[in-house]
Antibody, heavy 122, light 107 residues
Protein backbone atom coordinates (compact mmCIF):
# COMPACT_ATOMS: atom_id res chain seq x y z
CA UNK A 1 0.00 0.00 0.00
CA UNK A 2 1.42 3.33 -1.08
CA UNK A 3 1.57 6.03 1.58
CA UNK A 4 2.41 9.70 1.10
CA UNK A 5 3.19 12.16 3.87
CA UNK A 6 3.74 15.90 3.55
CA UNK A 7 6.11 17.81 5.82
CA UNK A 8 7.32 21.38 6.11
CA UNK A 9 6.70 24.69 7.85
CA UNK A 10 3.10 25.56 8.62
CA UNK A 11 3.81 29.30 8.60
CA UNK A 12 5.63 31.25 5.91
CA UNK A 13 6.18 35.01 5.74
CA UNK A 14 4.99 37.01 2.75
CA UNK A 15 7.52 37.26 -0.11
CA UNK A 16 9.39 34.20 1.14
CA UNK A 17 9.55 30.73 -0.42
CA UNK A 18 7.21 27.94 0.66
CA UNK A 19 9.00 24.60 0.80
CA UNK A 20 7.30 21.25 1.33
CA UNK A 21 8.47 17.66 1.09
CA UNK A 22 6.46 14.53 0.41
CA UNK A 23 7.85 11.21 1.65
CA UNK A 24 6.63 8.16 -0.23
CA UNK A 25 6.52 4.68 1.25
CA UNK A 26 5.27 1.41 -0.21
CA UNK A 27 6.48 2.30 -3.69
CA UNK A 28 9.41 3.88 -5.49
CA UNK A 29 9.26 7.34 -7.02
CA UNK A 30 11.75 6.01 -9.56
CA UNK A 31 9.04 3.83 -11.04
CA UNK A 32 8.39 4.96 -14.57
CA UNK A 33 4.69 4.46 -14.22
CA UNK A 34 3.89 7.55 -12.16
CA UNK A 35 4.04 11.28 -11.89
CA UNK A 36 4.42 12.86 -8.46
CA UNK A 37 2.11 15.76 -7.85
CA UNK A 38 1.18 18.74 -5.73
CA UNK A 39 -2.36 20.04 -5.35
CA UNK A 40 -3.67 22.71 -3.02
CA UNK A 41 -7.01 23.61 -1.53
CA UNK A 42 -7.76 27.09 -0.26
CA UNK A 43 -9.78 27.09 2.99
CA UNK A 44 -13.33 26.00 2.28
CA UNK A 45 -12.71 26.02 -1.47
CA UNK A 46 -12.05 23.71 -4.36
CA UNK A 47 -8.88 22.01 -5.53
CA UNK A 48 -6.10 23.56 -7.60
CA UNK A 49 -3.53 21.44 -9.42
CA UNK A 50 -0.03 22.89 -8.97
CA UNK A 51 2.06 20.53 -11.06
CA UNK A 52 3.68 17.13 -11.32
CA UNK A 53 7.00 15.55 -12.17
CA UNK A 54 8.13 12.21 -13.58
CA UNK A 55 11.42 10.68 -12.46
CA UNK A 56 12.67 11.13 -16.03
CA UNK A 57 12.55 14.86 -15.38
CA UNK A 58 9.41 15.60 -17.38
CA UNK A 59 7.47 18.26 -15.52
CA UNK A 60 4.12 19.95 -16.00
CA UNK A 61 3.06 23.04 -14.08
CA UNK A 62 -0.16 24.98 -13.85
CA UNK A 63 0.39 28.10 -16.00
CA UNK A 64 -1.15 30.24 -13.28
CA UNK A 65 1.72 29.31 -10.93
CA UNK A 66 4.47 28.31 -13.35
CA UNK A 67 6.66 31.36 -12.81
CA UNK A 68 6.87 30.69 -9.06
CA UNK A 69 6.84 26.87 -8.81
CA UNK A 70 9.50 24.18 -8.83
CA UNK A 71 8.97 20.48 -8.17
CA UNK A 72 11.92 18.17 -7.70
CA UNK A 73 12.53 14.51 -6.88
CA UNK A 74 15.10 12.99 -4.49
CA UNK A 75 15.20 9.33 -5.45
CA UNK A 76 17.78 8.52 -2.76
CA UNK A 77 15.26 9.48 -0.09
CA UNK A 78 12.13 8.50 -2.05
CA UNK A 79 10.87 12.03 -1.61
CA UNK A 80 9.68 14.84 -3.82
CA UNK A 81 9.46 18.51 -3.03
CA UNK A 82 7.59 21.69 -3.82
CA UNK A 83 9.00 25.19 -3.80
CA UNK A 84 6.68 28.16 -4.30
CA UNK A 85 8.39 31.53 -4.31
CA UNK A 86 7.20 35.06 -3.53
CA UNK A 87 4.22 33.86 -1.53
CA UNK A 88 1.31 36.06 -0.51
CA UNK A 89 -1.75 35.52 1.66
CA UNK A 90 -3.46 34.07 -1.43
CA UNK A 91 -1.12 31.08 -1.16
CA UNK A 92 -2.56 30.11 2.21
CA UNK A 93 -4.01 26.65 1.64
CA UNK A 94 -3.87 22.98 2.49
CA UNK A 95 -1.18 21.46 0.30
CA UNK A 96 -1.51 17.83 -0.78
CA UNK A 97 1.01 15.58 -2.43
CA UNK A 98 -0.44 12.86 -4.62
CA UNK A 99 0.43 10.16 -7.14
CA UNK A 100 -0.73 10.15 -10.74
CA UNK A 101 -0.45 7.02 -12.83
CA UNK A 102 0.48 6.82 -16.48
CA UNK A 103 -1.49 3.61 -16.73
CA UNK A 104 -5.05 3.21 -15.51
CA UNK A 105 -6.38 5.25 -13.86
CA UNK A 106 -4.35 7.41 -16.19
CA UNK A 107 -3.67 10.93 -14.94
CA UNK A 108 -6.09 10.78 -12.07
CA UNK A 109 -4.85 11.10 -8.49
CA UNK A 110 -5.11 7.67 -6.89
CA UNK A 111 -3.06 8.13 -3.71
CA UNK A 112 -2.92 11.30 -1.62
CA UNK A 113 -1.12 12.52 1.45
CA UNK A 114 -3.21 13.74 4.38
CA UNK A 115 -2.47 17.36 3.51
CA UNK A 116 -0.66 20.10 5.38
CA UNK A 117 -1.95 23.59 6.09
CA UNK A 118 0.42 26.37 5.13
CA UNK A 119 -0.44 29.86 6.29
CA UNK A 120 1.23 32.91 4.78
CA UNK A 121 1.39 35.65 7.37
CA UNK A 122 3.89 38.01 8.90
CA UNK B 1 -8.27 26.16 -19.62
CA UNK B 2 -11.26 23.87 -19.21
CA UNK B 3 -13.76 25.17 -16.65
CA UNK B 4 -15.79 22.50 -14.88
CA UNK B 5 -19.10 23.62 -13.42
CA UNK B 6 -20.78 21.35 -10.90
CA UNK B 7 -24.43 21.40 -9.95
CA UNK B 8 -26.13 21.66 -7.64
CA UNK B 9 -23.83 23.36 -5.17
CA UNK B 10 -25.62 21.56 -2.34
CA UNK B 11 -27.82 18.50 -2.51
CA UNK B 12 -29.95 17.50 0.48
CA UNK B 13 -31.12 13.90 0.52
CA UNK B 14 -31.91 11.11 2.94
CA UNK B 15 -30.14 7.76 3.34
CA UNK B 16 -31.50 5.24 0.88
CA UNK B 17 -32.31 7.88 -1.74
CA UNK B 18 -30.65 8.18 -5.14
CA UNK B 19 -28.18 11.04 -5.70
CA UNK B 20 -27.44 12.55 -9.09
CA UNK B 21 -24.57 15.03 -9.36
CA UNK B 22 -23.66 16.92 -12.50
CA UNK B 23 -20.41 18.22 -13.96
CA UNK B 24 -20.37 20.30 -17.14
CA UNK B 25 -17.19 21.17 -19.03
CA UNK B 26 -16.64 24.43 -20.91
CA UNK B 27 -15.30 22.41 -23.86
CA UNK B 28 -15.24 18.74 -24.75
CA UNK B 29 -13.04 16.59 -22.52
CA UNK B 30 -14.01 13.38 -24.34
CA UNK B 31 -14.37 10.75 -21.60
CA UNK B 32 -11.41 12.04 -19.61
CA UNK B 33 -13.30 12.99 -16.48
CA UNK B 34 -13.13 11.67 -12.95
CA UNK B 35 -14.91 12.07 -9.64
CA UNK B 36 -13.57 12.36 -6.10
CA UNK B 37 -15.17 12.23 -2.68
CA UNK B 38 -13.83 14.37 0.15
CA UNK B 39 -14.85 14.14 3.79
CA UNK B 40 -14.01 16.85 6.36
CA UNK B 41 -10.35 16.87 7.31
CA UNK B 42 -9.48 14.20 4.75
CA UNK B 43 -7.84 14.12 1.37
CA UNK B 44 -10.01 13.46 -1.68
CA UNK B 45 -10.57 9.84 -2.69
CA UNK B 46 -10.80 8.80 -6.33
CA UNK B 47 -14.17 7.22 -7.11
CA UNK B 48 -14.56 7.22 -10.88
CA UNK B 49 -12.07 7.72 -13.72
CA UNK B 50 -12.53 8.13 -17.46
CA UNK B 51 -16.20 8.93 -16.94
CA UNK B 52 -17.46 5.50 -15.97
CA UNK B 53 -14.72 3.33 -14.47
CA UNK B 54 -14.84 2.70 -10.75
CA UNK B 55 -11.52 3.01 -8.98
CA UNK B 56 -10.19 0.14 -6.92
CA UNK B 57 -12.34 -0.67 -3.89
CA UNK B 58 -15.20 1.67 -4.77
CA UNK B 59 -18.66 0.20 -4.09
CA UNK B 60 -20.95 -0.58 -7.00
CA UNK B 61 -23.54 1.96 -5.81
CA UNK B 62 -21.26 4.64 -7.33
CA UNK B 63 -21.51 5.00 -11.08
CA UNK B 64 -20.46 7.57 -13.63
CA UNK B 65 -21.69 8.43 -17.07
CA UNK B 66 -21.32 11.00 -19.80
CA UNK B 67 -18.95 12.17 -22.47
CA UNK B 68 -17.99 15.38 -24.21
CA UNK B 69 -19.19 18.18 -21.94
CA UNK B 70 -21.86 16.64 -19.69
CA UNK B 71 -21.17 14.11 -16.97
CA UNK B 72 -23.10 12.57 -14.10
CA UNK B 73 -22.13 10.83 -10.89
CA UNK B 74 -24.91 8.65 -9.51
CA UNK B 75 -25.08 7.10 -6.07
CA UNK B 76 -27.86 4.55 -6.33
CA UNK B 77 -28.82 4.29 -2.66
CA UNK B 78 -27.16 6.64 -0.20
CA UNK B 79 -25.36 5.21 2.78
CA UNK B 80 -24.61 7.42 5.83
CA UNK B 81 -20.91 7.50 4.92
CA UNK B 82 -21.66 8.95 1.46
CA UNK B 83 -22.49 12.42 2.78
CA UNK B 84 -19.47 14.45 1.74
CA UNK B 85 -18.23 16.86 -0.92
CA UNK B 86 -17.76 15.57 -4.46
CA UNK B 87 -15.40 17.05 -7.05
CA UNK B 88 -15.00 16.34 -10.73
CA UNK B 89 -11.63 16.62 -12.52
CA UNK B 90 -10.63 16.40 -16.17
CA UNK B 91 -7.39 15.13 -17.71
CA UNK B 92 -8.11 16.15 -21.29
CA UNK B 93 -5.27 18.66 -21.48
CA UNK B 94 -3.17 20.92 -19.33
CA UNK B 95 -3.83 22.46 -16.94
CA UNK B 96 -5.77 19.81 -15.13
CA UNK B 97 -8.72 21.48 -13.43
CA UNK B 98 -11.33 20.55 -10.86
CA UNK B 99 -14.94 21.56 -10.42
CA UNK B 100 -15.91 23.69 -7.44
CA UNK B 101 -17.64 20.78 -5.71
CA UNK B 102 -21.12 19.59 -4.74
CA UNK B 103 -21.87 19.21 -1.06
CA UNK B 104 -24.11 16.20 -0.39
CA UNK B 105 -25.80 16.70 2.96
CA UNK B 106 -28.27 14.76 5.03
CA UNK B 107 -31.83 16.02 4.74
Amino acid sequence: QVHLQESGPGLVKPSQTLSLTCTVSGGSISSGGYYWSWIRQHPGKGLEWIGYMHYSGTTYYNPSLKSRVAISLDTSKNQFSLKLSSVTAADTAVYYCARVGVGEPSFFFDYWGQGTLVTVSS
Amino acid sequence: EVVLTQSPATLSLSPGERATLSCRASQSVSSYLGWYQQKPGQAPRLLIYDASNRATGIPARFSGSGSGTDFTLTISSLEPEDFAVYFCQHRSNWPITFGQGTRLEIK
